[in-house]
């Protein structure tokens, strides 16, 4: 579970975090409401298809994915969201529980690179029960840690 590898990569390498345990929300707009965090404060990721892989893209929660540039940057073909059949059975979460990394192949992820910018950041740990709050810098180490790509959105 995406949830367990967080968690034990935040122990491991003794990152401060603070989590957030809340009742099930689907959208960073939940989030804002129910959490009451700021807006530029949270990340929103999305799930898309290329003809043969699966991508996991994460932004600031006021930004929007540029795909057509994303697409350019990593030279693929068209880009598709991918379904909530999907979500589930491909990636492993319910809806509202994408988390920006711990994925493993056949799914690739990326991160906008102003993200680690921020000071504090909040994420979701791959459950739509827990929002984890962390730093920018925190988040870069995990990012290492599991091997996400950085670009520019």
Do not use: W
Not at 7 to 15: E, P, T, V, W
Not at 127 to 145: C, F, P, Q, V
């Amino acid at each position: 579970m995406i949830y367990n590898k967080i968690i034990s990569a935040l122990k491991k390498y003794n990152l401060p975090y603070r989590e957030i345990v809340h009742k099930p929300m689907k959208t960073i707009a939940d989030a804002i409401r129910i959490l009451g965090i700021n807006v530029g404060e949270g990340t929103k990721s999305i799930a898309v298809k290329s003809k043969s892989d699966f991508f996991v893209i994460t932004v600031l929660d006021n930004e929007r994915v540029d795909l057509k540039n994303f697409r350019n940057s990593i030279v693929l073909g068209k880009l598709s969201l991918i379904n909530q059949q999907e979500l589930k059975n491909i990636i492993g979460v319910d809806e509202g529980g994408l988390s920006p990394l711990g994925y493993q192949e056949p799914i690739k992820t990326y991160i906008a690179n102003n993200v680690f910018n921020c000071n504090g950041l909040f994420i979701n740990p791959g459950r739509n029960d827990r929002t984890i709050e962390i730093s920018g810098s925190t988040l870069k180490i995990l990012a290492e840690h599991f091997e996400t790509n950085i670009f520019q959105n």
